[in-house]
């Protein structure tokens, strides 16, 4: 029995060993939240890095944030007193854009890690009809342009600065990262909360209990970061590819993406957010991924797809 136990453990272990992604998105939360001593403090972190944007949505307000938020400080920028260009802002988004593209939602994000997590719990899955997904995810687009930039760069207020709107009413990321921890360490916070933190915890609820049984809906439909990435994934330095010589048209790759891409179709589609699932689940190694022209072929299936012939098996065209 104590050696049927310890085999079975050994295949559990197995079974549940963590993908590249889930080491890249945790490895990611780590980095961009490492101030742990915050948490138990309830003190947000203020040393020299706070003034460096995070390429992720990655709350100012979070106690173990070391870096600033990109939308958060955009939004500063655009509402303060002086009204000036994001110059060092969008200078950074720009650049995170044109190399990653949306491998920094895919990989890096620590709200994508948290719908990720949510969406392994064992409830029924449903997948978002066509005629409402599509046009849904437009909406993003209209939470980075009103919210995010026209409200904070037009809006007149009697102070002259105008709130960060999205941060303030709307981001689940911020509820969950700076505004809940803060409240559970310090009293003082917790009875300061009023009717607009009642409002963000229930958007964070519907959010987290939206990803349970849909993947990646902050993603898909609310993330103006998201929106901006994705202008920028036709052409980032980091692509991915397929090879119509090996696919086969099995759509394992379609059932796999959690955004709802036809990778068939078009391997660099905006929604992409280049996880890798559609390349892991490949039975033949026709998706491949890297930098420019130095494409990674799918390891796990990399036999499968080698050209016998003698043929061109780099997955190049020739």
Aim: with cysteine; charged share 15%; net charge positive.
């Amino acid at each position: 029995m104590p050696g049927m136990h310890r085999n079975r453990v050994k295949r559990d272990a197995a079974g549940k060993r963590l993908s590249g992604q889930r080491i890249a998105q945790l490895l990611s939360a780590a980095l961009t939240n490492g101030y742990l001593i915050g948490f138990q403090r309830g003190r947000i972190y203020a040393g020299g890095t706070k003034a460096v944007c995070v390429p992720v949505l990655n709350c100012y307000s979070c106690p173990g944030a070391l870096g600033a938020c990109p939308i958060g400080a955009l939004q500063t920028s655009l509402g303060g007193v002086r009204r000036h260009f994001p110059f060092y802002v969008l200078g950074l988004l720009m650049l995170f854009g044109i190399v990653l593209g949306r491998v920094v939602c895919g990989l890096l994000c620590p709200f994508g890690l948290v719908q990720d997590l949510l969406h392994q719990l064992p409830l029924p899955k449903w997948r978002v009809p066509s005629p409402v997904d599509r046009p849904a995810r437009y909406l993003k687009y209209l939470v980075l342009l009103i919210l995010v930039i026209g409200l904070p760069a037009f809006a007149v207020t009697k102070t002259g600065v105008t709130p960060p709107y999205f941060c303030k009413y709307l981001c689940p990321a911020g509820t969950l990262g700076g505004g809940i921890p803060l409240m559970l360490a310090d009293p003082n916070i917790r009875r300061l909360a009023g009717a607009l933190f009642g409002w963000k915890t229930l958007v964070l609820l519907i959010v987290a209990l939206t990803s349970a049984v849909i993947p990646r809906p902050f993603c898909r439909y609310l993330c103006p970061l998201g929106a901006f990435y994705s202008l920028f994934n036709r052409f980032s330095f980091f692509q991915m590819r397929l090879d119509e010589g090996k696919c086969v048209k099995c759509q394992r790759c379609v059932h796999a993406c959690p955004m709802a891409v036809n990778v068939t179709e078009d391997s660099n589609h905006p929604e992409c957010i280049r996880c890798g699932k559609c390349k892991a689940v490949c039975p033949t190694g026709a998706i491949s991924c890297g930098f420019g022209e130095h494409f990674v072929p799918a390891e796990e299936n990399r036999s499968a797809g080698r050209d016998t012939s003698g043929g061109n098996s780099s997955g190049h065209p020739q």
